[in-house]
């Protein structure tokens, strides 16, 4: 009977235990599933902080922009000595806001193009993630930072054409042949339509984004897993407002070192008066530039680029981050 008894007892606990161990389980997946809807980002989330995100970028980075722009598209000209000589020069015949010039078409259309961006990045993770909310390799992050700069391309390409334009023209007056971004737009459709007008560059626009936003991304997600202490998550820990920066700011040199000559030839396309010809036009001009100087044209207008880079991606990278904290309180 004590036998029976004690029998009748280990399995009443044993089975008690099972259900227990059940119900435990059930109540931790239920709470993890939870924990991973509260973190599931909301699309529009992704579309305010990156506008955010690139209007800071543009505050910050237009007048080296405006610099890289002008030694990029003058060539052997002999209009500037260099970074320093363009910077005296601009600021000298235009006054200070002579390096903020083109400044109307990226604070908007970047606003755009960074909400474009992100949301499409945001989106290539997590066809990637293993399960909702999982880790991804930086191999993994830099495919999503490619797929979004495929997609970033449709806007890019006429937003940095206008700017250009406007960045191109020197002094002011009777001199100036646009009066603004969307005067420059009107005129390019009416004399070249939208394909050979507006956008003009998309193809190298587009080569250039796919390993730019690969280096992009992976060298922002490289520097943050490096700066969060061991043992926490790199996707929910806050990082504090330094670290942020020197992420945003690996990213943004990563960006440019993986895809600067791209970024040249596409400056010097879109700036040209008559459009391209052929599906090749690219390698045509690339052609040109080495003919008329070997590797080193390339290159012009790279030192104030990562010198312009540092701050504003930084800026970008932080005010995105900061926004997407707040935004995830509502």
Known sequence: MRTQCWFGAVVFSTSSQRVLLRRVRGASEAGLMAELKQKEIVPW?????????????????????TIKTRLQIEGHSGRFAGPMDCFRKTIKNEGFLGLYKGMASPLVGIAAVNALLFAAYSNFKKMQ????????????????????G???????????????????????????????????????????????GLMRGYWITLLREIPGY?????????????????????????????????????????????????????????HQQAPPKGPLYFVDT??????????????????PTIIRAVPAAAATFTTYELAMRALSTL
């Open 150 to 196: 495929v997609v970033n391309a449709v806007l890019a390409s006429p937003v940095e054409l206008l700017k250009i334009k406007m960045q191109a023209q020197y002094g002011a007056g009777s001199s100036v042949h646009y009066s603004g971004p969307v005067d420059c737009a009107r005129q390019l459709i009416k004399a070249h339509g939208i394909r050979n």
């Open 214 to 270: 690969a280096g992009f991304y992976a060298g922002f997600e490289g520097m943050k897993r490096y700066l969060t202490p061991k043992g926490e998550n790199p996707a929910t820990y806050p990082l504090g407002l330094l670290s942020l920066m020197a992420s945003g700011a690996t990213g943004g040199v990563s960006y440019w070192v993986a895809c600067y000559p791209l970024d040249m030839l596409k400056s010097m396309i879109q």
């Open 45 to 65: 989330h992704d579309f305010v902080a990156g506008s955010l995100g690139g209007m800071a970028q543009v505050t910050v980075g237009q007048p080296m922009d």
């Open 286 to 303: 690339a052609r040109q530039v080495y003919r008329d100087g070997g590797i080193k044209p390339f290159f012009r207008g790279f030192s």
């Open 129 to 148: 993630e293993p399960y909702p909310g999982g880790p991804l390799t930086l191999t993994q992050i830099a495919i999503a930072g490619a797929g979004g």
